[in-house]
């Protein structure tokens, strides 16, 4: 069976909203290091061993600072001209081979499932995390290229909501062909997906 969806098109907003909400779901944890200095600085403070306030602006300001960086990545991802295709209007056809994402009937682009990383099942819509692993193994970077990339790789996804499906059987095929695959959390894959 293929599943043929609607025309549809991700919209910036949108995109920069799922990928910030999913980089602060990755990276929640780093914020202990910021409370860890500062109850240290409290420590240190109140028994005198080094009484200072400055350190108290120096965390907070790098902490805005690091969110910020971050926040401008993902956003710069939605404006820059590579990253074009990623708001183009696209039919997608699904099947247990592949995704094909079609522009029209001459142009468009397969995605095979191994290149999807995992999947959420939002209220709304289905988010498909591509994997970058294969693409970045041979690029020759420097260590901070790496850092960015390795904290971007949930930017990149498919967003497909319930309503560009056609019917309701075409939603459960697809669900059913995530669990199969093993794509959604709590789902045992009944193939293998690499």
């Known amino acids: 069976m293929i599943v043929k969806t609607k025309k549809y098109a991700l919209d910036q907003k949108t995109y920069i909203n799922i990928a910030l909400r999913q980089w602060v779901k990755d990276n ?5 290091v910021p409370l860890g200095l500062i109850l240290l600085n409290v420590i240190l403070s109140l028994t005198n061993v080094y009484p200072n306030y400055w350190i108290y602006i120096v965390i907070v300001l790098l902490t805005i600072l690091y969110v910020l960086f971050w926040a401008v990545q993902i956003t710069g991802i939605a404006q820059m001209e590579q990253s074009k295709a990623l708001f183009q209007k696209y039919i997608y056809e699904i099947d247990s081979r592949q995704i094909l994402m079609r522009i029209n009937a001459k142009e468009g682009g397969i995605l095979k499932w191994n290149q999807i990383d995992s999947v959420i099942k939002d209220k709304g819509a289905y988010i498909l995390f591509l994997d970058n692993a294969e693409a970045m193994a041979n690029v020759k970077a420097n260590w901070i290229a790496k850092i960015v990339t390795k904290g971007l ?5 498919l967003y497909l909501p319930f309503n560009i499906f056609t019917s309701e059987n075409d939603l459960r095929f697809t669900d059913a062909l995530l669990r199969r695959k093993g794509l959604l959390p709590g789902s045992v894959p009944a193939e293998t997906v690499k």
């Not at 929640?28 to 202990?32: E, L, V, Y």
């Not at 790789?153 to 996804?157: I, R, Y």
Request: net charge positive; glycine share 0%.
């Open 28 to 32: 929640w944890k780093w914020a202990f």
């Open 153 to 157: 790789s949930k930017a990149q996804f």
